[in-house]
């Protein structure tokens, strides 16, 4: 039944999703559920456009690079300062091929962000309702289109995120989990930032609200001495190269298009005010898990907290649409712990209940908003008609194309 699941969702994505929704209901079984989304979103991002997506053809182009050498390229490739990716780009095109290339990365990135959901979900007794409001709500407000453009990126969050996941719901680090830390270093330089949003949620475990605070102004400060990070912390020297590189570029190539665009402020103000709303949410949980001496719930949303803080720093002060590459990885575990918020609101309590009721319309108000303005920019280049094939077919069309 599971190998069936998982079929289905490769070749018909989006009519298998209730599916996978009511499979989980009935089995509780996080990693098939999880495997069966990424593989129907990885089978939807085939209708990218690569020719209009700059990065993603570029990745494409170096994965090629790749393609029938020895593996001993690894650390001679054009990543051979990012070992881990330069692997990763070694692996893809040598076995499924480096034009399959939006495919893996949207499989590992949706299949990352649905185990953590569902198993949450499992953990935490979520109603069927609650399960399909947290899974949709949080899922859209990923955009397939922009997650699977940047490769790199999105696979150090994939893992970091899962890594801090783990962390919290297991009370303990394991070889595993440290692994999951680590990796994302090699393969993107925001992978640092992963290993920042745990450390401080460690120096604020009694005020986590504080470290969010500081989180969101810290980027200027942060800046000032990039240079004497970079030369005492090696760890954090390409981290910081980044972040000033991205903090000057602001009059010429994507950072001035998107300054001047009125699409991307719309999109910049829709994931503010969704930041916005559940850094109040994650800020309420934070009081109820302590009432309810609830580790992992405090934990978790600690974590969640800062990393969904330091996004709206990086919105606020980096004139680039950069802040999506974390955007994508922590509104969707925000969301998910504000719809488990309002479940556990008890029924005496009808202000709370209210209060809630209302943050969680208002949340899935924006992250359809959202996922309404990611498909608006997929249609921008490509045609709706691939798009509707992507999504209904999966990778039918390309295998018979």
């Known amino acids: 039944m599971a190998i069936l699941l998982i079929l289905t969702s490769l ?14 209901w009935r089995t509780k079984r996080p990693v098939v559920c999880a495997i069966a989304l990424g593989a129907a979103f990885g089978a939807i991002a085939v209708s990218l456009d690569v020719e209009s997506q700059g990065d993603l053809y570029r990745y494409i182009a170096t994965a090629s690079e790749y393609s029938g050498r020895p593996l001993d390229y690894v650390v001679l490739g054009r990543y051979s300062d990012s070992p881990v990716a330069s692997l990763f780009f070694w692996i893809t095109a040598n076995t499924v091929g480096a034009d399959s290339l939006p495919f893996v990365v949207g499989f590992i990135v949706f299949t990352s962000a649905s185990y953590i959901i569902f198993d949450y979900c499992a953990r935490n007794d979520f109603a069927f309702r609650s399960i399909c409001i947290a899974i949709l709500a949080a899922l859209f407000s990923i955009s397939l289109f922009g997650s699977v453009s940047a490769v790199r990126s999105s696979l150090a969050m994939s893992l970091g995120v899962l890594a801090l996941y783990r962390d919290a719901s297991r009370g303990k680090l394991n070889l595993l989990t440290v692994a999951l830390y680590l990796l994302p270093c090699f393969i993107h330089t925001v992978g640092a930032l992963v290993i920042c949003v745990r450390l401080l949620s460690l120096l604020f475990g009694r005020k986590p609200a504080l470290a969010g605070i500081l989180s969101v102004f810290a980027l200027p400060a942060v800046l000032s001495v990039a240079g004497l990070i970079s030369s005492n912390v ?10 000033t590189y991205y903090d000057s570029w602001t009059e010429t190539g994507w950072a001035a298009e998107v300054l001047s665009s009125s699409f991307q402020q719309m999109l910049r103000f829709t994931n503010s005010i969704l930041l916005l709303i559940l850094i109040i949410t994650c800020r309420s949980i934070l009081i109820q898990s302590r009432i309810r001496a609830d580790r992992m719930a ?25 802040y999506l590459r974390t955007a994508y990885f922590f509104e969707p575990l925000g969301i998910m712990l504000a719809i488990d918020s ?52 999966g990778v039918i069309p390309r295998a018979i194309g």
């Open 11 to 24: 070749l018909f994505p989006l009519p298998s999703i209730p599916f996978v929704l009511g499979y989980f």
């Open 298 to 322: 405090k934990v978790f949303t600690s974590s969640v907290l800062i990393g969904i803080c330091m996004t709206l720093g990086i919105a606020i002060f980096i004139a680039s649409d950069v």
């Open 342 to 393: 309002h479940a556990k609101s008890g029924a005496h309590e009808p202000g709370k209940v209210l209060g809630k009721t209302l943050t969680r319309y208002a949340l899935v108000a924006l992250s359809s908003a959202l996922f309404l303005l990611y498909l608006f920019q997929m249609a921008s280049s490509c045609s709706v008609s691939s798009i509707l094939c992507a999504l209904l077919f």
């Open 234 to 243: 090696p760890l954090l020297a390409g981290a910081m190269d980044t972040l």
